[in-house]
């Protein structure tokens, strides 16, 4: 079972190609955002990789949650629910440009490697609890893998 991971040189080109195949008008498959909302969020979801975003505590009972999803993850391989919750601060219900946000997607997916080779993510996520460089590669690989399955990509 190939775990893909944003670390691997190989997955991530295959993440960037995926992101190039969109196109504005592409189809939802489930969900409420258009697909320039998509790259925005999926944005947003990279800047708290850099510390650029800081998401709200939360409770002990979803932080539970978290930890165990993190692992059922990383146990199973499996993907994201559709249609699961998400921190109000990367919540995208407004208008976007399509090309300005698959260029600042693309460039963040870019600044998220290098501080990946530096060793700069940060060692916790409000969700998912402790986190090592290994779990921010596989677990955005899946946040951007099952936005781009959304929209048929």
């Given amino acids: 079972m190939v775990k893909k991971s944003l670390h691997n040189p190989i997955y991530f080109e295959e993440i960037v190609q995926r992101i190039s195949l969109l ?7 489930w969900g409420q955002m258009n697909v320039s909302q998509m790259l925005k969020h999926c944005e ?12 709200p505590e939360i409770n002990i009972f979803f932080k539970m949650v978290g930890a165990a999803t993190k692992i059922e993850m990383q146990i199973f391989n499996n993907g994201i629910p559709r249609n699961m919750p998400t921190f109000r601060k990367l919540i995208v219900n407004f208008e976007c440009d399509f090309d300005g946000s698959k260029t600042n997607l693309l460039n963040t997916l870019k600044d998220f490697r290098t501080a990946s080779e530096n060793k700069e993510l940060p060692d916790h996520h409000r969700l998912f609890g402790t986190m090592t460089e290994k779990d921010w590669g596989f ?9 781009l399955k959304q929209f048929n990509v």
């Fill in 44 to 55: 947003l979801v990279l800047k708290v990789a850099l510390g650029k975003i800081d998401l």
């Fill in 139 to 147: 677990l955005e690989y899946k946040h951007l893998d099952h936005h």
């Fill in 23 to 29: 196109a504005e008008n592409a189809p939802r498959k």
